[in-house]
């Protein structure tokens, strides 16, 4: 069974920090390509990060330079480190995961078959 479990969400002030996790079993993560994604309330989902197979990186304008990507193949773990935030950045964020196909972008969602439940996160001014 495929499953995807994020951790490490909480409640930040701005400037702070915080690092996303997410554990994959029954998929290597490894052999396909990842991403994060986050959804505020009354938005639509919003892609953060993309990690392909061999170690490319995509971010979205509004995330790049203050997070990063990245994953730990031995754990088959997902990561994404979140600093400076700021309020905008409050959102359940989730992970999820394809076999690096991407028709309208690595940062779509319709180009992802599997997801985590999420893991809330917000960030006070």
């Known amino acids: 069974q495929i499953q995807f479990v994020e951790s490490g969400g909480g409640s930040v002030q701005a400037g702070g920090s915080l690092r996303l996790s997410c554990v994959a079993s029954g998929y290597d993560i490894s052999k396909n390509c990842m991403a994060w994604f986050r959804q505020a309330p009354g938005k639509e989902r919003e892609g953060v990060a993309s990690?392909?197979?061999?170690?490319?990186?995509t971010y979205s304008d509004s995330v790049k330079g203050r997070f990063t990507i990245s994953r730990d193949n031995t754990k088959n773990t997902l990561y994404l480190q979140m600093n400076t935030l700021k309020p905008e950045d409050t959102a359940m964020y989730y992970c999820?995961?394809?076999?690096?196909?991407?028709?309208?972008?690595?940062?779509?969602?319709?180009?992802?078959?599997?997801w985590g439940q999420g893991t809330p996160v917000t960030v006070s001014s």
């Open positions: 990690l392909e197979r061999v170690g490319t990186t």
């Open positions: 999820a995961a394809n076999g690096c196909w991407f028709p309208r972008g690595r940062l779509d969602s319709s180009s992802y078959n599997y």
